[in-house]
């Protein structure tokens, strides 16, 4: 269904026709900009917070005239500002440009989270009560809110149902197929390790539960699963991507402020940590799958033009070398990154320097090189592609989240077993 109204700015007094087509959200915050002054419009329909700032709503002159500015508002597409075509609604232009089948599987993911989102807060309680190890509440909850089951007080028992409930709450959020390539890779890799470099695999998960790098890793990408759907919104037009390779710089259906890019600015930058760490292992089976010791790197891997050895010595020393550094001493590396998965420059641009967000035009100006006191050479990038950026980054902790879930279960269910038995 569409809905078809005219706008007044309140600044300026320039009349906006927009078109919205309604998603299937309780609640649906949208909002764009006047084109003329730059006055933020927001609405929301439906929900406690439902009505209109920053503008008057007037009655629609339908059909629209040509000479007025026109927005096509969908809460679940990119948002498209130009010419007024009858009929042609965001639906429509969406399934022209991805084709029906694609619209399905798009509808399916923001089906489910229009389904799910009133359970978003019992999930990140259930989260919280698993890294808090309260294993009563945790059941309970599982069982109340989740209609799974921990059907023992063994760990591998718990991890099952933590994981299949993140599995069914998140998938909108994973690329199709992913998961289960991802995990016959671990997989193998981890029986081969069995095989052939058994007691220097275990010597390895030793430490890796030793030094709690292992359980405060997993911590770690626990708590990014809430905030992801935190972000649901602004999301959605990021998901619409991955159907759409040709697609065109365009802006998000609602406004975004700067407050709110602050948060996701922060959640970027913590998931790129996280991979930064989850990096260790991957280093360390790498080690592993051709050395046979998962501290040893390739001898001279880090010599350096002017004949200085950086190789790292152990993997200890390995976890503090800079994120856009790692791979350089990893050889032939078994896992294959995400493109842009690990994209340094904007990383580094938001870690550790300047980013401006415009918040009418929704682009992010960042400054990618260290240049001293002077910043001047920056780049830019729309909110939209930035938050496609976040849902890549976040693919890519969770795919390694896998890497992490299967070492637990490789510990549970073989080294214990063969340590007690
Ligand atoms: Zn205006």
Excluded at 141 to 160: C, H, L, P, T, Y
Excluded at 224 to 251: H, M
Excluded at 270 to 296: C, M, Y
Aim: hydrophobic share 40%; proline share 4%.
């Amino acid at each position: 269904m569409n809905i078809n109204t005219s706008f007044e700015c309140e600044i300026c007094g320039t009349i906006t026709n927009c078109r919205i087509g309604m998603s299937n959200r309780a609640e649906q915050p949208l909002g764009f900009c006047c084109q003329e002054c730059g006055q933020r419009i927001d609405i929301v329909i439906g929900g406690k917070h439902a009505g209109i700032t920053g503008a008057i709503e007037l009655k629609a002159q339908v059909p629209f005239d040509d000479e007025t500015n026109f927005v096509d508002l969908h809460l679940d597409f990119p948002v498209y500002f130009g010419k007024y075509v009858m009929g042609h609604t965001p639906y429509l232009r969406a399934v022209e440009r991805i084709g029906p089948e694609n619209i399905q599987r798009h509808s399916a993911r923001l089906s489910h989270l229009d389904a799910c989102y009133t359970k978003f807060g019992f999930f990140q309680t259930l989260l919280k009560f698993y890294t808090r190890e309260k294993w009563v509440p945790f059941k309970k909850a599982i069982e109340k809110q989740f209609s799974g089951a921990v059907i023992s007080d063994k760990m591998q028992d718990r991890n099952a149902a933590l994981y299949k409930t993140i599995a069914e709450i998140m998938w909108p959020f994973a690329m199709p197929g992913q998961a289960s390539n991802d995990i016959e890779q671990y997989m193998g890799v981890q029986l081969y390790l069995a095989e052939n470099h058994r007691p220097a695999f275990h010597a390895f998960i030793d430490e890796i539960l030793e030094t709690k790098f292992l359980k405060n890793l997993q911590v770690a990408c626990l708590g990014i699963y809430p905030r992801i759907l935190k972000a649901e919104l602004p999301l959605r037009p990021a998901l619409f991507l991955d159907f759409d390779a040709a697609y065109q710089k365009q802006t998000i259906p609602m406004r975004v402020s700067a407050d709110q890019f602050d948060d996701f600015k922060d959640l970027y930058k913590d998931i790129a940590e996280i991979i930064s760490r989850q990096f260790v292992l991957v280093a360390g089976l790498n080690n592993l799958l051709k050395r046979g010791d998962h501290n040893v790197f390739k001898p001279e891997i880090g010599m350096t033009k002017s004949g200085k050895d950086q190789t790292p010595k152990s993997l200890h020393a390995f976890t503090d070398i800079p994120f856009g550094q790692k791979g350089d001493f990893i050889d032939d590396n078994w896992f294959t990154f995400g493109e842009q998965a690990a994209d340094n420059q904007l990383r580094n641009a938001i870690a550790h320097f300047k980013t401006d967000y415009d918040d009418i035009t929704q682009k992010i100006t960042y400054y990618p090189r260290k240049e001293g006191m002077k910043q001047e050479k920056s780049e830019v990038i729309y909110f939209l592609d930035f938050m496609q950026r976040v849902l890549v980054a976040y693919r890519e902790m969770n795919r390694l989240h896998q890497l992490i879930k299967s070492l637990f279960y490789y510990h549970y269910l073989i080294q214990t077993a063969e340590n007690t038995g």
